[in-house]
Nanobody, 120 residues
Framework: QVHLVESGGGLVQAGGSLRLSCAAS????????MGWYRQAPGNARELVAV???????NYADSVKGRFTVSRDNAKNTVYLEMNSLKPEDTAVYYC??????????????WGQGTQVTVSL
């Protein structure tokens, strides 16, 4: 079994900052890409940022220059630093990892989601 557990969501005023963390644990052999998606009410889940094991990064246009994704491979953890938050960033943020388990089964795993709410 592989588990992803997020932390760090909450309520913040527009212009503020939050830092999300996501730790993967369990029967992990290796982790390829890790990243963050978000889903606002009535909207489809969308990519926020992804970082590969080698450090290549991709951001959604809407968060470029404001959000920073990073990872600690030794801790199997991915982070999302969110600055200059806007009300439109309000969503449930989901961590994901493309993980090869020790059973040689590679698939995407998802966290339970953490709510980020940005008020005016």
């Amino acid at each position: 079994q592989v588990h992803l557990v997020e932390s760090g969501g909450g309520l913040v005023q527009a212009g503020g900052s939050l830092r999300l963390s996501c730790a993967a644990s369990g029967s992990i052999f290796s982790i390829n890409s890790m990243g963050w998606y978000r889903q606002a009410p009535g909207n489809a889940r969308e990519l926020v940022a992804v970082i590969t094991k080698g450090g290549s990064i991709n951001y959604a246009d809407s968060v470029k220059g404001r959000f920073t994704v990073s990872r600690d491979n030794a801790k199997n953890t991915v982070y999302l630093e969110m600055n200059s938050l806007k009300p439109e960033d309000t969503a449930v943020y989901y961590c994901y990892g493309s993980i090869l388990s020790i059973l040689a089964d590679e698939r995407d795993y998802w966290g339970q989601g953490t709510q980020v709410t940005v008020s005016l």
